[in-house]
């Protein structure tokens, strides 16, 4: 099975710009989840979707979105970049988000915000 | 809220030793613990899954042990290879929100030829 494919793998942007980042999870994954990676947070949560909908989210302002497709793909958008932005965004899918679910992670989209 | 504590925060050994990284959480209610490995500037890949019924999980050279009560689990790597190298990650699994995972920093693994 292939994994958790994320496209693009690198991408650089100027403040003010809006970015949309995709996620495929491996086949038969409902759940889809989107993490932020920077040095001083670390990695933090979020957002969460299954079946289209929009299950969790974490504590960021509403310039970060998502949706989820029939076929459960995945996209996140921030739009109006920051230079704080600028970290490595992973997805991970998992089956269904249960809590006995495994979640894989795919190998992220590194953005920076000039 | 719940917040997770790796240490140490870096570790360097040499090849060979057997070594134990330390994940602390302060939220009980979790159900499930999973550690994963990240290499620079990658994904996250996922080591083992511990269940709470289980206490205990094993993979090759890893296991890993999960104390809900005290909040605590540790990864016990045997036999520790170059390969091995890599900042190692617990996220422990909320009942609630299964897929909200929260992570700590992290421990930095070095391992010398």
């Known amino acids: 099975k292939a994994g958790v494919t994320q496209t693009p793998r690198y991408l650089i942007k100027t403040r003010g710009q809006q970015v949309t980042l995709s996620c495929s999870p491996i086949s038969g994954h409902r759940s889809v989840s989107w993490y932020q990676q920077t040095p001083g947070q670390g990695l933090q949560f979020l957002f969460e979707?299954?079946?289209?909908?929009?299950?969790n989210k974490g504590n960021f302002p509403g310039r970060f979105s998502g949706r989820q497709f029939s076929n459960s793909r995945s996209e996140m958008n921030v739009s109006t970049l920051e230079l704080g932005d600028s970290a490595l965004y992973l997805c991970?899918?998992?089956?269904?988000?249960?809590?006995?679910?495994?979640?894989?992670f795919g190998p992220g989209t590194r953005l920076t915000v000039l | 809220k719940q917040e997770v504590t790796q240490i140490p925060a870096a570790l360097s050994v040499p090849e060979g030793e057997n070594l134990v990284l330390n994940c602390s959480f302060t939220?009980?209610?979790?159900?499930?613990l999973q550690w994963f490995r990240q290499d620079p500037g990658k994904g996250l890949t996922s080591l083992l899954l511990?269940?709470?019924?289980?206490r205990e999980q094993t993979s090759g050279r890893l296991n890993a042990s999960l104390d809900k009560s005290s909040g605590r689990s540790t990864l016990y790597i045997a036999a520790s290879q170059p390969g091995d190298s890599a900042t190692y990650l617990c996220a422990p699994i909320p009942i609630q929100g299964a897929q909200k995972l929260v992570f700590g920093q992290g421990t930095r693994l070095t391992i010398n030829p």
């Open positions: 939220d009980s209610a979790i159900y499930n």
């Open positions: 979707y299954f079946s289209e909908t929009q299950r």
């Open positions: 991970a899918s998992s089956p269904s988000g249960a809590t006995i679910d495994t979640q894989y």
């Open positions: 511990i269940q709470s019924s289980q």
